[in-house]
């Protein structure tokens, strides 16, 4: 895998010796102005900072020219076994499936590329990054925002999509035919697929079937890895950072996708703490707390909302999943309504935090809640888009 020079020494000579590195970008210092002042002819690529991510650097060259008045030796060194993120450069995954899939690096990465892609959403209509490509989604399960924003995404960088909504009841599905046949078949019809279906682990097993890029865009009660990922990318635009928070988890933890991938990827980031809130008979799962404990998070259950509420940085309501019951009807009426994020959580709700929902919603927010600023989850809605344009683009032509 290519790798960059994104590090540089100096190594003063005689009879002290000193020491010093210094990272270089396009935003801290030009490669031609750090050849002026130590006289490396070394051609240097910076890449930027957000992207370095923490390997052991190795000497690349040492140049034998030196400043006659300083006696500064110019060292090249580069990130080894670095992820490249160069422009044209396959993007390292093949499939999104889980949020266990990324780390920091590429998080960070595709933050970038989606604010790109916002650029291109505003200031340049008729995109045709993926002109040529055809995306199938294949939807086994009711959806509006992420299927809608899928398309959305690929039709706005100029590819062309198949749809299949309702999939479990309009395709080959209902005939019996498997997943693996019915992969297998639109496989030769497009070029990626995004899938959602009813069933934890289908994704997985698309993936296993298929030669293109497989999407998974939720699998029942499992993961919804590209929700996750637009929330941590509405975080740090919301808050400005994603080190050091405090999250509040409400409302169906046990059946919401949303909150798994979300807590899987909060693992990534120093020093936050997560709040689960919810009923009794939708606690968060033994994994997710198991997995949360293994990685150093912080977590706690707890009962009061508005306590939570005035600690937390994000509270990230959920709405209580009737179509997860079955014939439980008296265990849903008994969640539901528990926990509503309301005018008097916005009272004890610090100034700077935000109410977010992976939509829909039913009365789990008012919508005299809407009105107030630190409301972002249609903001966040429109985050969707971005990351999904990102991901398009990364999974069919790469960096």
């Known amino acids: 895998m290519a790798v960059s020079s994104s590090l540089v020494t100096y190594a003063f000579q005689g009879g002290m010796s000193l020491s010093k590195t210094k990272t270089c970008s396009k935003d801290f210092m030009s490669y031609s102005s750090l050849c002026k002042q130590s006289g490396c002819l070394k051609s240097l690529y910076p890449r930027h900072p957000r992207f370095l991510p923490n390997e052991k650097v190795t000497k690349l060259e040492l140049t034998n020219r030196s400043s006659g008045k300083t006696g500064i ?21 093949d499939d999104v499936i889980e949020a266990q899939q990324f780390d920091r690096d590429i998080l960070n990465a595709i933050f970038e590329v989606a604010l790109d892609m916002e650029k291109i959403e505003k200031n340049s209509p008729g995109s045709q990054i993926l002109k040529g490509y055809l995306m199938a989604t294949l939807f086994y399960e009711p959806s509006t925002r992420t299927r809608l924003s899928f398309e959305s995404a690929m039709k706005r960088l100029g590819g062309e999509v198949l749809t299949t909504e309702n999939a479990r009841e309009f395709s080959s599905a209902a005939k019996g035919e498997t997943l693996e046949d019915t992969i297998r078949t639109v496989e030769g019809y497009s070029d990626i697929i995004v899938m959602r279906h009813f069933e934890s682990g289908a994704a997985k097993r698309a993936a296993a079937t298929a030669d293109i890029p497989i999407i998974n865009a939720g699998d ?3 993961q919804h890895p590209t929700q996750a990922l637009l929330d941590v990318y509405t975080i740090e635009r919301e808050i400005g950072k994603l080190d050091g928070i405090t999250v509040g988890l409400v409302g169906d933890l ?63 309501q959920t709405r209580i999943q009737r179509e997860r019951f079955g014939e439980k009807i008296d ?58 344009m990102a991901l398009l683009k990364l999974l069919l032509v790469g960096w």
């Open 254 to 316: 046990a059946n919401g996708r949303t909150v798994r991938s979300l807590a899987y990827l909060l693992a990534k980031y120093k020093d936050v703490k997560i709040y689960f809130v919810s009923p009794d008979v939708v606690k968060m799962k033994d994994d997710i707390k198991d997995y949360l404990t293994s990685k150093g998070i912080e977590w706690q259950e707890s009962a009061d909302l508005m306590e939570v509420a005035s600690k937390c940085d994000v509270v990230y």
């Open 73 to 93: 030796l110019c060292q090249a060194l580069e990130i080894e076994n670095a992820p490249s993120f160069s422009v044209g450069k396959k993007f390292q995954l």
């Open 331 to 388: 265990l849903y009426e008994e969640a539901r309504g528990k926990y509503i994020v309301d005018g008097r959580v916005l009272e004890v709700l610090q100034k700077h935090a935000v109410v977010m929902h992976p939509l829909p919603r039913l009365d789990e927010i008012t919508v005299d809640v809407d009105a107030d600023p630190r409301a972002a989850y249609f903001r966040q809605a429109k985050n969707g888009l971005y990351i999904r």
């Open 220 to 222: 029942g009660p499992g």
